[in-house]
């Protein structure tokens, strides 16, 4: 996945799209940029790159994306903001860290939680009666390291 970051030279005035990662002398060059220069993010298609996020950084965080499995893009700005930025998650986050459900509901989520990863011993008299959804949603709740989205819920 590429990083699309808009770059401005604050004292020439000087902007462009740039997609990372990239060469960062191209960069400096395009913008105009001379030793000293401050270069500053004006935009970006992610959610989470502050406007003082050095050209290295941005770099790091682009290079870690391009191993970023595609079908969990949808998790990436939750992933983002708990590491506290792109710099936190270029530096700590492991996939493998996680587990990664894909469910959007409640119910299913409990119902996974408690035949796939048996979080939970019920009788099996009392299946029938055991209300997944509920069980589920508390499972969210009590989590500290858990997150949703459409697709999947998310936890370490």
């Not at 993010?41 to 970023?68: H, N």
């Amino acid at each position: 996945m590429k990083v699309k970051v808009a770059l401005q030279n604050l004292r020439t005035g000087d902007w462009s799209w740039f997609e990372f990662p990239t060469n960062l002398e191209m960069v400096k060059q395009k913008l105009n940029a001379r030793s000293g220069d401050e270069l500053i993010v004006v935009d970006s298609e992610l959610i989470g790159i502050p406007e003082y996020t050095s050209l290295r950084e941005i770099q790091q965080f682009a290079e870690k994306m391009e191993e970023f499995p595609r079908q969990y893009l949808e998790c990436l700005e939750q992933w983002v903001s708990f590491y506290g930025g792109i710099q936190g998650f270029s530096r700590e986050f492991e996939l493998d860290d996680w587990t990664i459900v894909e469910t959007s509901s409640d119910e299913d989520f409990g119902s996974i939680m408690f035949y796939d990863f048996q979080a939970i011993k019920i009788p099996t008299e009392l299946e029938n009666y055991f209300d997944f959804e509920a069980y589920g949603r508390d499972c969210c709740l009590n989590s500290n390291n858990f997150f949703a989205t459409d697709n999947y819920y998310v936890f370490q």
